[in-house]
């Protein structure tokens, strides 16, 4: 659907280097990484909003490299939604129809199911600037759809919005791509939302494209340091590799088989590191006593920092683990984990 | 405030209602007056038409160089009057080659209302483009680039998104730049004596006759343009309450 081939993009701010990128029909593809890697240039690329410097980007069977965005079938949909002060909810959303030639049937059906699913019937004839976030943003979502555009982008939909809002409008946002056969493609740096909504994922830093495939992939199977901190992959070290063992500081850890692809690190999972009293035995642990160094509050979870030698592991654990094992800073702990659970790369 | 008032309200109290109505009815104060108001127009309509492409390339791009276009747009402002129409008439006098070209295509400058424009333009325009600037300015450009991606055309884009968001700075300019080139005496007087102008007529009888025979021209000058100027202002903020 989306063929994005040696993609370079060099504007005053803003470098894209090497971008090459496939992204099927009707899939939610999303795109993440820290502030200021490019992911935003990388949509307005592929809307034709930005002059590219080489490469090519196809759309279906078409070359769109150098077609004007009107042209594109391509929506966008801004973190801040940019909706049109001066028109009202209905002129936002039906902004697009000026520019189509769609049967007006047609046009009054779509538009219908879209005020219908997203609830809008009752802010029709309301101008945007009293309208809360969540409501701008399902008014920018109508606007974008009403055009049948053949691609979706969606730039941080979701981070404007109160928290406890944003599961009820994600779960929409997935009813929505599922009801359509149009191509999602969204930006996002939260991981959690990425997670919920897709199968595959990029993953960008300044500029480039580090790694792509499953959400199960770039989660737990990380094939940098970067993607491994990004992804929350908090257990990250170098380590030396001798047989089905890994060496890391003065640590012998047991990998379960030969590692096929190790480059010199081990990751864990911090919430696949077991806390307990006592030694936990199984062939397939590892099991290491250590000290708890540090206990911090995250809201709904407690994150520890165990010592182990000269090693700080870090571990999630839940309030209530965190009382029954009478968890305070300097309590001697064991820590255990899978051999299955190591990621090396 | 009183410093500014004090000498206005002065002025505009001293003429007796009888000499006021006699002023008026006077038809050269009438002429220049209506000439005044004429010329400034022209000038603020000649901003808009080029000045506007202008205010939307500086809002909108950033190339090499901006800063000293920016700041030979603000030439103008800072230069003092006299200096603009001696400027303005070296280059379109008769020993420069625009000057010649102008003179053999039959448009004079020198003495003629079409001089008298010119340099209101070249007083007037930078306080347009600045006003218009900013207005784009404030303008996100994400709402262009959503309106492109929705199958407007980039002119399609302007006159239904940018303009209607824009107009509003458009007719602050107007004000700012007929408000600037109304007031304009120092550069006129070099390039066109006459055709007189209200300022430079006000001058004129003032130099010729007094005080007393400038006043009720420079009251009824100051109570029409505050009149034309309420009048734009009021329909600004006319529709700044619909939005």
Known sequence: MIRIRNLNIHLKEFNLFDINLDIGTNEFFILMGP???????????????????????????????????????????????????????????????????????RSDETFDRLVENLNLSYILNRVPLNLSGGELQRVAMARALMVN???????????????????EIRAGLKKLHRDSNVTFLMVTHDFAEALSLSDRAAMMNNGKIIQT????????????????????????????????????????????????????YIAIRPEDIVLSQGELTSSMRNSFAGNITEISDHGLYYEAGIMVGNITFK?????????????????????SFKSTAIHTF | MAFILLPLIEMMTAPSFAMLKETIKDKDVVR???????????????????????????????????????????????????????????????NHWIGELLNQLGIRIMGSVTGIVVVLTFVG??????????????ISPRL?????????????????????????SMLVGIVMCSARAISEFGAVVIVAYHPMIAPVMIYERFEAYGLKY??????????????????LRILTSHDKEKA
């Open chain 1, 213 to 264: 495939g499953t959400m199960e992939d770039i989660f737990k199977r990380p094939d940098s340091t970067f993607v491994a901190d990004f992804v929350g992959m908090k257990n990250l070290f170098a380590a030396q590799f001798r047989e089905t063992k890994a060496l890391t500081g003065n640590l012998e850890i047991e990998l379960g088989a030969k590692p096929v692809n190790g480059h010199g």
């Open chain 2, 32 to 94: 220049s007056i209506w000439l005044s108001i004429y010329t400034a127009g022209l000038a603020a309509l000649i901003s808009f038409v080029f000045g506007t492409p202008l205010a939307y390339v500086l809002a909108r791009t950033d190339f090499r160089g901006k800063k000293l276009v920016e700041s030979i747009i603000d030439l103008p402002i800072v230069i003092p009057h006299p200096v603009v129409g001696i400027a303005l008439l070296s280059v379109a006098g008769k």
């Open chain 1, 35 to 105: 502030t200021g890697a490019g992911k935003t240039v990388l949509l307005e690329a592929i809307a034709g909003l930005i002059p590219v410097k080489s490469g090519s980007i196809h759309i279906g069977e078409k070359n769109v490299t150098g077609l004007v965005p009107e042209k594109r079938g391509v929506s966008i949909v801004y973190q801040d939604y940019s909706l049109f002060p001066h028109l009202t909810v209905r002129e936002n959303i039906t902004y697009g129809l000026h520019f189509h030639r769609i049967d007006k049937d």
């Open chain 2, 214 to 231: 400038s006043q009720p021209v420079a009251v009824w000058l100051v109570f029409i343009c505050l009149t034309l100027f309420l009048i």
């Open chain 2, 125 to 138: 325009m930078p306080f347009y483009i600045n006003a218009v600037k900013s207005g784009f300015e404030s």
């Open chain 2, 144 to 168: 262009e680039k959503v309106s492109r991606s929705l199958g407007a055309s980039m002119f399609s884009t302007f006159f239904r998104i940018t303009f209607p968001l824009a107009w509003r």
């Open chain 1, 315 to 335: 571990s999630l654990i839940t309030k209530g683990a965190l009382l029954d094992l009478q968890l305070t800073e300097g309590t001697s702990i064991f820590v």
């Open chain 1, 149 to 167: 555009p053949e691609i979706l982008l969606l730039d941080e939909p979701l981070s404007a919005l109160d928290p406890g809002f944003r599961e």
